[in-house]
């Protein structure tokens, strides 16, 4: 037991930079208080005390915030960093060497009964007000980030983000860090949505430069024709209106006049469009 003790207060230490002495840790830290007080909790369980080891576990929670089920198993070196809103539920597993912070769940999805809760594997760490809900399997060295939803299996070496939770990093590097000391950030993580975004970004400025060409085209095509086959002033004014705002409507403008001729050969505007496709597609 003391052994336990020492290697929970040597994790603290370790893991949290503002832990200052063991004597600090010792009588300060909620998170530890609740895990030692669900070792015995647990011990209850397992010898069939169940109504004495809820009554605890609930005299657990009043004092500390942290809400672990007796029947819950958690393996060595697990820091809760903070711990109030916490909460572990009756089938949950966690393995060696995991980080939960404030206000994270792992919790079940309804009224299932069996294995309904979540197996953590070794080394991962629970973000701010995340929640892990079912019973899935989430891998070694995984990192869950700040308010995820996770309802799938996760595989191991990966970061998890959003609502439902993303794997947006896998696999032996970080990529995308400067160096092992902002890899360790719980707040650096990839932002799917964002890049979504800037990638939709990209393609509207691809659209708007194709409309400003075909204005273009139209514009120059105007002014080389015949007086003949030239359009009267306000239909040309309506088709440059509509084409700004439809350019399906401009394209059928463009090509419907037998009489109207385009600056430049067809051909060399596909080429065109096709290299700035390439070029679009290359820097994505």
């Known amino acids: 037991m003391f052994d336990r003790i020492r290697e929970d207060i040597a994790t603290a ?9 063991t004597a600090t840790v010792f009588f300060c830290y909620s998170g530890l208080h609740a895990l030692w007080g669900h070792r015995w909790e647990h011990w209850l369980w397992n010898h069939h005390r169940h109504g004495y080891a809820r009554w605890h576990s609930g005299m657990t929670r009043h004092f500390t915030g942290v809400e672990i089920h007796p029947a819950a198993q958690i393996g060595h070196r697990v820091f809760i960093d903070h711990g109030m809103g916490v909460v572990i539920g009756e089938t949950a597993i966690i393995g060696d060497d995991c980080t939960l912070y404030q206000g994270c769940t792992l919790g079940g999805t309804g009224k299932e009964t069996g294995k309904r809760h979540p197996t953590l594997g070794n080394n991962v760490v629970v973000g701010v007000g995340a929640a892990v809900l079912g019973s899935v399997v989430i891998g070694d060295n995984t990192k869950i980030g700040g308010g995820a939803v996770v309802v799938d299996d996760v595989p191991s070496d990966c970061t998890v983000v959003g609502i439902p939770g993303r794997v947006v990093w896998q696999g032996g590097r970080r990529v995308g860090y400067a160096d092992a000391r902002t890899a360790a950030r719980q707040e650096v993580l990839p932002d799917p949505v964002f890049a979504l975004i800037e990638q939709l970004q990209q393609r509207i400025d691809l659209l708007d430069r194709r409309v400003s060409h075909l204005q273009s085209c139209l514009s120059t095509s105007s002014r080389g024709a015949s007086p003949s086959s030239q359009p009267e002033p306000a239909t040309m004014s309506v088709s440059q209106d509509a084409m700004v705002g439809n350019p399906s409507l401009a394209a059928q403008t463009l090509f419907d006049g037998n009489e109207m001729r385009i600056a430049i ?20």
């Open 265 to 284: 050969e067809s051909e060399e505007f596909k080429k065109e469009m096709y290299s700035t496709d390439s070029s679009t597609e290359d820097s994505q």
């Open 13 to 21: 230490k370790g893991t949290d930079p503002a832990a200052p002495t």
